[in-house]
């Protein structure tokens, strides 16, 4: 495949913040249609990026456009038709983070994408994100990762309507997912066994999630996840013999290493200002588009991202993960 012809179901305001600028700067990716039901907003998108071919129906511009792969970028709640009926038709697709509303829905596409031979990504960009890429590999070069933390807060207190669709899909499946899906690739492995908290403070929904995390790999992660907090953190620690890295993907890594201290900014490390680019979207587009070039699997398949959603799911019912080493082990795992 020459370049990857793109047909894009979505012109709101992340596809347009991240998704449409990076596949714009992509030489081996074409946008060839888009489709919205937001018929001013698909027109300004469209005009931006040179795009002719504009449809309101998503059925009529696959039929239509033939489009190698389909970005759906939408609601969770709204993604699993649309995709199953791509998936049907043989197309390659990318969705953003969640991958629908549960696990079970995840697992579902991620049948379907295998029966049709069809290359898969979920939208987990944390994982690409130049600086916490780079400070992995710096702290893997003392061993594997030992220790790992995933910290996630918001300040969403007094919020009278649920923050997520108006209660579509909860706080930790919808946004602190990141977190969650950070956690599983900093420690690698599969996960072992789980003890979590998950509270409710001031609010009738539950907005902290806390979890203690062992995988297979030896490593110990540690979830802290709280929308009742005082602002917006999202940082990351990884540790391994003698190394310690702490990120925060807007702004710098702090690397300590056998006691000498390095301070790595994260526009350096990702040659750009943009944030699309420093942030992990232009790279996590860029290896999808690679991927459906080359046929092979993309790091956040619909697969990888069951595990994403099943670990979401331990965190909410520990006991699932306890029974799920027993059915494995022929014994009770303790943490």
């Known amino acids: 495949m020459e370049r990857v012809r ?9 596809a347009n913040a991240v998704h449409y600028p990076s596949l714009a700067e992509i030489d081996d990716a074409e946008i060839v249609a888009i489709c ?33 792969a389909v970005y ?15 998936l049907g038709q043989g197309k ?15 697992q579902s596409m991620a049948r379907a994408a295998e029966r049709r031979g069809c290359v898969t990504m ?43 669709y108006g209660g579509a899909v909860d706080i930790l499946t919808c946004d602190a997912v990141h977190a969650v899906d950070a956690l599983r690739w900093m420690c690698g492995g599969e996960v072992v066994s789980v003890v979590s908290d998950v509270r409710k403070f001031s609010a009738p929904w539950e907005n902290a999630f806390f979890a203690l995390v062992r995988f297979s790999s030896g490593a110990t992660g540690v979830l802290l996840a709280n929308w009742a907090a005082g602002k917006r953190v999202h940082t990351f ?42 942030y992990g979207f232009f790279d996590e587009n860029k290896h999808f588009i ?3 070039r080359e ?22 019912h520990p006991t699932l993960a306890r029974s799920s080493k027993r059915a494995h082990t022929g014994s009770p795992t303790t943490l």
């Open 6 to 14: 793109v047909g894009m179901v979505g012109a709101g305001s992340m």
């Open 36 to 68: 919205d039901i937001n018929e001013e907003r698909l027109h300004l998108t469209a005009d931006k990026y040179g795009v002719d071919l504009r449809y309101t129906d998503y059925r009529r511009m696959v039929e239509e456009a033939d489009p190698d």
């Open 72 to 86: 759906v970028i939408m609601p969770p709640h709204h993604l699993f038709d649309i995709v199953i009926w791509l």
């Open 92 to 106: 390659h697709v990318f969705v953003e983070k969640p991958p629908g509303v549960s696990r079970f829905q995840t």
């Open 122 to 164: 979920v939208g987990f960009n944390r994982r690409f994100i130049p600086l916490l890429v780079k400070a992995k590999e710096r702290v893997e070069t003392h061993g594997p990762v030992l220790q790992a933390v995933a910290t996630f807060y918001k300040n969403l207190v007094g919020a009278e309507a649920h923050p997520y």
């Open 237 to 278: 620690e990884m540790h391994s013999l003698g190394i310690s890295a702490f990120v925060d993907g807007n702004s710098q890594a702090v690397i300590y290493e056998d006691d000498e201290e390095e301070v790595w900014d994260v526009k350096d490390a990702a040659g750009s200002g943009e944030f699309y680019k420093f």
């Open 290 to 292: 690679e991927c459906v």
């Open 295 to 316: 046929g092979r699997e993309p790091m956040t398949s619909f697969g990888d991202a069951v595990k994403t959603m099943e670990l979401v799911e331990m965190i909410y």
